[in-house]
T-cell receptor, first 108, second 112 residues
Framework: KQEVTQIPAALSVPEGENLVLNCSFT??????LQWFRQDPGKGLTSLLL?????REQTSGRLNASLDKSSGRSTLYIAASQPGDSATYLC???????FGAGTTVTVRA | KAGVTQTPRYLIKTRGQQVTLSCSPI?????VSWYQQTPGQGLQFLFE???????NKGNFPGRFSGRQFSNSRSEMNVSTLELGDSALYLC???????????FGPGTRLTVT
């Protein structure tokens, strides 16, 4: 059974600092890994999707890497802003298995 | 293009009742997946439908069921509600050949 872990569970940083969020998974036989953002009480917004054959994906200030052999992915958010405050979840597929998320607070 | 829509957004039911939730995927998306999100268990996969057929199923009791219609809209039904069924129910759609999932805003179900 796929286990997905996200560390840390919560993170508080001053505005402008870079964010590093970690995701680890136990079974490397995945199709892809997807990072999401969730605002309180809301649905999930897709941030980045990395196919199993890819090593990283970038979108604006966001960069996600994937190391299947070690079962790890890292989401980097450059120059954080208060609007980046949310819970960030990673999910791996075959059946989509989610981590518990990292709740980020960016202090102005 | 309109996003994934879910109705109703909020629902309060009594233990023992049943409930039906609806999800309309993004136009052109034929796959719909359902998830339950609770503070204790996080996001858990319920089931996935593609072209009116259940393609995958999570580890939930038979009280949880779903279906998909020919227009790709999907419904989820929970019978004999329990207090522990209180959760945010999310659906997500994806287009053929693309594994990226797009989520709706969710239905907040409270069982009293």
């Amino acid at each position: 059974k796929q286990e997905v872990t996200q560390i840390p569970a919560a993170l508080s940083v001053p505005e402008g600092e870079n964010l590093v969020l970690n995701c680890s998974f136990t079974d490397s036989a995945i199709y892809n890994l997807q990072w999401f953002r969730q605002d309180p009480g809301k649905g999930l917004t897709s941030l980045l999707l990395i196919q199993s054959s890819q090593r990283e994906q970038t979108s604006g200030r966001l960069n996600a890497s994937l190391d299947k052999s070690s079962g790890r992915s890292t989401l980097y958010i450059a120059a954080s802003q208060p609007g980046d405050s949310a819970t960030y979840l990673c999910a791996v597929r075959l059946k989509l298995s989610f981590g518990a998320g990292t709740t980020v607070t960016v202090r102005a | 293009k309109a996003g994934v829509t879910q109705t109703p957004r909020y629902l309060i039911k009594t233990r023992g009742q049943q409930v039906t939730l609806s999800c309309s995927p993004i136009s052109g998306h034929r796959s719909v997946s359902w998830y339950q999100q609770t503070p204790g268990q996080g996001l858990q996969f319920l089931f996935e439908y593609f072209s009116e057929t259940q393609r995958n199923k999570g580890n939930f009791p038979g009280r949880f069921s779903g279906r998909q219609f020919s227009n790709s809209r999907s419904e989820m039904n929970v019978s004999t509600l329990e207090l522990g069924d209180s959760a945010l129910y999310l659906c997500a759609s994806q287009q053929p050949g693309n594994y990226e999932q797009y989520f709706g805003p969710g239905t907040r179900l409270t069982v009293t």
